[in-house]
């Protein structure tokens, strides 16, 4: 049985390697042809990877209080911060633009 360290540790690790993965295959799907399965495909994996750029924020921040091992969690948390960062900004860009009426 794993350790409460070990699950920390394999859950950051897990997540970390998720968000590059759906990030990567979000961006080579914004370049194919346009349908509606790949949109809802491309929507789905947009809300992914939404998800796991939270929950790899908090487990980093959770695996650096706890956990003597810090490598990969500082890696993990500044790329889920630039990635809350970008999130944010599409966030309130849409706002804008929905307001401006464009």
Do not use: N, Q
Request: aromatic share 10%; net charge positive; hydrophobic share 60%.
């Amino acid at each position: 049985m794993m350790t409460p360290s070990k699950k920390i540790w394999k859950a950051t690790r897990i997540c970390f390697f998720s968000m590059v993965s759906t990030w990567t295959l979000s961006s080579f799907l914004a370049y194919a042809e346009s349908s509606f399965l790949l949109d809802a495909i491309a929507g789905v994996i947009s809300l992914a990877a939404i998800g796991l750029v939270i929950a790899t924020f908090v487990l980093s921040i959770i695996h650096l209080k706890c956990y003597p091992e810090k490598g990969l969690a500082i890696t993990a948390l500044v790329i889920s911060s630039i990635g809350l960062l970008i999130i944010t900004l599409a966030f309130l860009y849409g706002i804008i633009l929905a307001i401006s009426g464009l």
